[in-house]
């Protein structure tokens, strides 16, 4: 059975702000990825250029929040965040929230995935290098790394 199996996919919704918000009372969310706030929150329920998704476990509970956006020429598509619910950090989340979202059925074809990561951000630098994602160097100022699905590897199995 494929790992994403353990995960269900949908879209985010404003009724989420709720745990998202208490999610990112945590220091470790917060600093990496917040402070998140109202404005955030209705760009991300407006936006038609991309998806913030959540993904729950086999208990109905939240376990990931993943954001993408899409590429309107079907070149890269992107993680623009990856958020983890923190009292379950370091159980493998992580990388089932990727698997499962790129397997989402609703996102537009793409060539490939990238994502980008702060060069202070060790823990991303680590956790896209284990997935077996292609680190691509810098570019604007921002570690880059690229996975294709094309290479007909599963995420993190290099």
Sequence with gaps: MPLRASLSVRRMIREDWAWISEWFRDPVLDRELGPLDGEWLEYVLARTEGVELVL????????ALLGCVWDSAGVEHGITDIAVDPARRGQGLGRLAVEAALAWPEHPPAERWIAFVDPENRAAFGFFTALGWDHEGCDALMERFAW???????IGSV
């Design 56 to 63: 729950r476990g086999a208990d109905g509970r939240p376990a």
């Design 148 to 154: 294709s699905p094309a290479r007909g590897a599963r």
